[in-house]
C-alpha cells in the first residue's frame, strides 16, 4: 500500500483511462488504419505510466522536509519506504518505461522517437531537482508533461499510418487530440498553482519561491481566478462554435453541466478560498473537471455517430 501511495496510483489511473478512453471511445469509433495494435497500445500505456510513476517518486525524494511539514502523515520516503530503496524503484520504474518506449518506436520503424521518453524522463528529474523551486516554470512543465500523455497517442497511433489519401481526415484527428492536449494544459497549470497555495507553509519554510509565496494566498488567489476565466471563455467558444453549430445537443448539455458548471463554481470559490482545506478541495474539483472533460470525448463521437 506504501507502495502504491508513493507513485500516486490514483492519478496514474487517471492517466491511463484518459489514454483509454481517447482510442476505444474515440479513434476506434473513426473508420481510420491505426498504427499500434491493441497489445502494442497497453505498452504504450504501461511505459506512460511507469515514467510517470518514476517522476512522482523522485519528486518524493527530493520533497521529504517540505512534505514533512506540508504533509506529515503522507510522508513515505524515510519513512516506510527507506531513501535507497526508494532510489532503485525510480531507476527501475524509469529504465523499464524507456525500454518499453524504445521498443514501440522500433514497432512503428520511427526509432528516433525513442528519444521522447528519454526527455519525458530527464525533465521529470529536472522539476523534482531545480525547476519546482521555480516560480510558474514548475508548474508549465507538470501541465506539459501531463498534456503530452495525449499528444503521444497521435504520435504513435495516428501519425505512422498516415498516407496523401488520409491526409486530412489524419490532421483533424490529431487536431482534435491538440485540443483536448490544450485543455488538459489549462486545468493542470491551474491546478498546480492551487497546490502550491494549499502547501504554501511547507514550501516558504524550506526557502522555495513559488508563485503562491511570491504573490501571498490573496493575490495569488485572485490571480487563479483570473486564469479561470481563460479556460471559460475558451470552452463557450468552443461549443457554440462546434457542438451547438452542428446540432450535438446532447454535447452541449454534458459540456455546460459537466465541465462549464463547475469551472465557473471554482472561479466563484477560488476568489474566497484561505484556508489549506479550501485549496485542497478546489483541487480535486479540478481533477474532477479535467476527468469530466476528457470523457467529453466518447459524449461527442457517439453524440456525432447517432445524429448522422
Do not use: C
Request: hydrophobic fraction near 55%; charged fraction near 10%; proline fraction near 2%.
Amino acid at each position: 500500500m506504501n507502495f502504491l501511495k508513493l507513485i500516486r496510483y490514483q492519478n496514474l489511473l487517471l492517466i491511463a483511462f484518459m489514454q483509454l478512453v481517447f482510442r476505444y471511445g474515440f479513434l476506434k469509433l473513426q473508420n481510420i488504419p491505426l498504427a499500434l495494435t491493441d497489445w502494442h497500445y497497453a505498452l504504450l500505456i504501461l511505459s506512460t505510466i511507469l515514467i510517470a510513476a518514476a517522476g512522482y517518486v523522485i519528486n518524493d525524494i527530493f520533497d521529504q522536509n517540505t512534505d514533512n511539514e506540508n504533509k506529515p502523515n503522507k510522508v513515505i520516503v524515510g519513512k516506510s519506504i527507506s531513501e535507497t530503496k526508494a532510489y532503485n524503484l525510480y531507476v527501475a520504474l524509469n529504465v523499464s518505461g524507456v525500454a518499453i518506449g524504445f521498443y514501440l518506436s522500433n514497432v512503428i520503424q520511427k526509432p528516433s522517437f525513442a528519444v521522447i521518453f528519454i526527455l519525458i524522463a530527464s525533465t521529470l528529474y529536472l522539476y523534482a531537482t531545480s525547476l519546482k523551486q521555480l516560480p510558474l516554470l514548475g508548474n508549465i512543465v507538470v501541465a506539459l508533461l501531463l498534456s503530452f500523455s495525449v499528444v503521444i497517442i497521435g504520435v504513435f497511433d495516428l501519425y505512422p499510418v498516415i498516407d496523401s489519401e488520409n491526409q486530412l481526415l489524419m490532421a483533424n484527428l490529431f487536431s482534435i487530440l491538440l485540443d483536448y492536449a490544450i485543455f488538459a494544459f489549462i486545468i493542470n497549470f491551474i491546478r498546480e498553482i492551487v497546490k502550491d497555495l494549499e502547501d504554501i507553509n511547507g514550501d516558504s519554510s524550506q526557502g522555495m519561491k513559488t508563485l503562491a509565496i511570491i504573490l501571498g494566498t490573496n493575490k495569488a488567489s485572485k490571480l487563479i481566478f483570473a486564469l479561470g476565466l481563460f479556460p471559460i471563455v475558451l470552452l463557450l467558444n468552443y461549443v457554440n462554435n462546434y457542438f451547438v453549430t452542428n446540432n450535438l445537443l446532447i454535447a452541449s448539455i454534458y459540456a455546460f453541466l459537466f465541465v462549464l458548471a463547475p469551472l465557473i463554481y471554482f472561479n466563484i470559490k477560488i476568489w474566497t478560498a484561505k484556508t489549506k482545506n479550501d485549496f485542497k478541495a478546489l483541487s480535486l474539483l479540478l481533477k474532477w473537471i479535467l476527468l469530466f472533460g476528457i470523457l467529453s470525448i466518447v459524449i461527442i463521437t457517439l453524440n456525432i455517430k447517432y445524429n448522422a
